[in-house]
């Protein structure tokens, strides 16, 4: 497995219920979400449907992955 670095943008909003919902597009119609209790686990959950999304796709060559929130 090779290891490369993607930057893919991504939207984190808190849900009515309070759950913290992180969503990115990779291309049109092909994404991923993750949600959790606070946004790191919002944004950890993301990052795993995108890693499991890339064993399907390759990444676009363009695009850095940075999942870290100031």
Known sequence: MSRRTVHIPYVLERDEDGVWCASATVRPGVGAVGDGDTPEAALADLREGLLV??????????????????
Request: aromatic share 6%; charged share 30%; glycine share 0%.
């Open 53 to 70: 999304l890339f064993e399907v796709i390759d990444p676009p060559a363009e695009m850095a992955l940075e999942l870290d929130v100031a």
